[in-house]
């Protein structure tokens, strides 16, 4: 599975922005999609997973209530809809995706497709 982040950009706080990624390769139906994110010097972190099914969201507290995560199966594209967009929420957006229950979704050791990501960058 190839994965493929767009949408960054540089946003003013309490803008929006949609980030995208598409999968090629493989249709991505039967896998569960997260978002991570990582700013230099600091581990990666979890922002928002989708399990395969999409019954089953997860959102890291630092972003409920402001971000939605979505899966388009049949255009295999997973969105992440951020609001309200805060300066600390600048850093580099990944995908990332995985088959199967492997652990769970915050941690990224347990992802095994990442896109190269895009960068967010929210100015105050």
């Known amino acids: 599975v190839q994965l493929q982040a767009s949408g960054g950009g540089l946003v003013q706080a309490g803008g929006s922005l949609r980030l995208s990624c598409t999968a090629s390769?493989?249709?991505?139906?039967?896998?569960?999609l997260g978002w991570f994110r990582q700013t230099p010097g600091k581990e990666r972190e979890f922002v928002a997973a989708v399990s395969w099914s999409g019954n089953s969201i997860y959102y890291a507290d630092s972003v409920k209530g402001r971000f939605t995560i979505s899966r388009d199966n049949a255009n295999n594209t997973v969105y992440l809809q951020m609001n309200s967009l805060k300066p600390e929420d600048t850093a580099r957006y990944y995908c990332?995706?995985?088959?199967?229950?492997?652990?769970?979704?915050?941690?990224?050791?347990?992802?095994?497709?990442w896109g190269k990501g895009t960068q967010v960058t929210v100015s105050s």
């Open positions: 390769g493989r249709t991505f139906s039967g896998y569960a």
């Open positions: 990332a995706a995985r088959a199967g229950y492997t652990g769970k979704y915050s941690d990224p050791g347990t992802m095994a497709y």
